[in-house]
T-cell receptor
């Protein structure tokens, strides 16, 4: 299917475990983004990527690692999960990353850290 | 700090009536873009409407329109002829100088049949 997909959709893990959230887009968009959404807050940017092998920190990068070896994939890894990382995670993409562009969002991954 | 404020955590409207969701923001930039996104219960984030700050004309998309007041840094969303499918969380956002989206906390819109 075309578009942007995320997996898994739901994940329960324990404190201290490593977790990887996957994001895949079929549009060949240059820019990809990871956000987290917490109750009572809007989305907050974790990391973004302008192209393969180019990544940069967003507003809340601590505790997260990203990579982008291929244009279409942008995995997000929690190296040692903490309870404060319980959240809904959204991946998004845009063609050029310019200010006026629409960002297209995946369906989200709901992560619970026990 | 750059912020977006949506002062109404929840709004309700009767089906077929009009509702306005408010949004104010704080930026020192002169050129930027403003967005309203909709998040239905499915959690999918969907663009509703976009406004370019250097354009004085308010953007419209079918039943959705904005009232953009640049000097007041206000960007409200008006939904006309509300439909049950409009029920969702609505988020206001703008792009900062690094082209990153800064988001408000959202307004939950309830449509009464």
């Amino acid at each position: 299917d075309a578009g942007i997909t995320q997996s898994p959709r739901y994940k329960i893990t324990e404190t201290g475990r490593q977790v990887t959230l996957m994001c895949h887009q079929t549009w060949s968009h240059s820019y990809m983004f990871w956000y987290r959404q917490d109750l009572g807050h809007g989305l907050r940017l974790i990391y973004y990527s302008a192209a393969a092998d180019i990544t940069d920190k967003g507003e809340v990068p601590d505790g997260y690692v990203v990579s982008r070896s291929k244009t279409e994939n942008f995995p997000l890894t929690l190296e040692s999960a903490t309870r404060s990382q319980t959240s809904v995670y959204f991946c998004a993409s845009s063609e050029w990353g310019t200010a006026q562009e629409t960002q297209y969002f995946g369906p989200g991954t709901r992560l619970l850290v026990l | 700090a750059q912020t977006v404020t949506q002062s109404q955590p929840e709004m309700s409207v009767q089906e077929a009536e009009t509702v306005t969701l408010s949004c104010t923001y704080d930026t020192s930039e002169s050129d930027y873009y403003l967005f309203w996104y909709k998040q239905p219960p499915s959690r999918q984030m969907i663009l509703v409407i976009r406004q370019e700050a250097y354009k004085q004309q308010n953007a419209t998309e079918n039943r959705f329109s904005v009232n953009f007041q640049k000097a007041a840094k206000s960007f409200s969303l008006k939904i006309s002829d509300s439909q049950l499918g409009d029920a969702a969380m609505y988020f206001c956002a703008y792009t900062d100088s690094n082209y990153q989206l800064i988001w408000g906390a959202g307004t939950k819109l309830i449509i009464k049949p």
